[in-house]
């Protein structure tokens, strides 16, 4: 049962209509959710998105069925927003858009999201970040490998696109799958140690 | 940063304060709560509920910073709650709770979360049930393999207690951590198919 959403009809001047769903399909999110529905409708992996977490301080129960959140906040994630199992792997990543040109600044990924993937990794999963350089139309996929190479050997406060571009991936637009950022986790973890590199 | 609860000072009369935290280290959520924290803790496994996902309609903007909503659903979720990484392998549950004495209401798992449980079995992944019978203070975990056994021969909108007794696997109650569901896993997966059986 999925509750209909209810847009007030006279808004306050301080309140905002949230679209849950008004970006499906738009932005690096919305592609994502594509993405991951064709994995799923086509049996080639299970993955999706984390729900946002949220603290509920007050609900409202205006009839026995309907329960409806009239205070609540967001927390900080403690952990990525993706993850799932593809080809019997766990497999677990972050997803960020920057409308940085040259850069990408980790001020956008939580620290313990970082602990996260590292931990992931030593664990056996495959970790990795997707970014997305909007003014670019560039989107890269980052292993948590190379993330921690460069961590330890920066003190940077941003990842430059050239780190991207010579340690990344570059995952091709396409129609369907729209992010196929599968086909490029196939080349490095899947294809025997061919680690073949989808050069710009 | 986690923003901070704020409770209402007069509450309407249809208003309930939604405890988010009001019952860590209490009922099956909880314990649960309590067990991933230790496994984490002890770098064991890595296993997160998942937030429960909330359609937000409103949210205010009080000050820059801040956040709040002001009007959200509960939606169904799509998968089940928890999910992780152990042993390199991926695991993926729903635990539930009741009152019931001798037999478990189906009608308390989503069908599409059996339906996605049965597809991460198919994909290589560990799937479970964690079921507690409060009444009776024992909680048992089946295997996906073992649910779908009972789904197919059984037209029943329950599951009796017995077939847990007989197919499932009870979780001996602990100190730390509390519901040593890993154990069980052990027991199963990782003893070289010694699947030896914890009996009441």
């Known amino acids: 049962m999925v509750l209909n959403m209810k847009y007030p009809i006279g808004a306050k001047k301080s309140t905002k209509k949230y679209n849950n769903y008004g970006n499906r399909g738009m932005g690096l999110e919305g ?23 949220i ?3 007050k609900v409202d129960y205006p009839s026995r069925l309907e329960a409806v959140i009239k205070e609540g906040y967001f927390r900080t994630p403690s952990t990525t927003d993706y993850n799932g199992i593809y080809k019997g792997k766990y497999l ?7 409308t940085h040109k040259t850069s990408f600044p ?19 999963g495959i970790g990795f970040i997707i970014v997305r ?3 670019l139309n560039q989107t890269y996929l980052l292993t948590v490998e190379k993330l921690i190479k460069f961590l330890k050997n920066n003190n940077r406060k941003s ?10 991936y ?18 490095i973890y899947f294809n025997g140690g061919n680690n073949e590199k989808n050069k710009t």
């Open 55 to 57: 603290t509920i301080a």
């Open 159 to 168: 990842i430059p696109l050239d780190y991207f571009k010579e340690n990344g």
């Open 133 to 135: 350089f909007t003014t």
């Open 31 to 53: 592609d994502l959710e594509i993405t991951n529905n064709y994995y799923l409708q086509t049996d080639q992996a299970i993955i999706h998105k984390k729900p946002t977490p």
């Open 92 to 98: 677990d990543f972050e997803a960020k858009e920057t």
């Open 170 to 187: 570059i995952i091709k637009d396409k129609y369907n799958p729209r992010v196929d950022y599968l086909e490029v986790i196939d080349n």
């Open 106 to 124: 980790l001020s956008n990924i939580h620290n313990h999201q970082i602990n996260h993937l590292k931990a992931i990794f030593h664990h056996g």
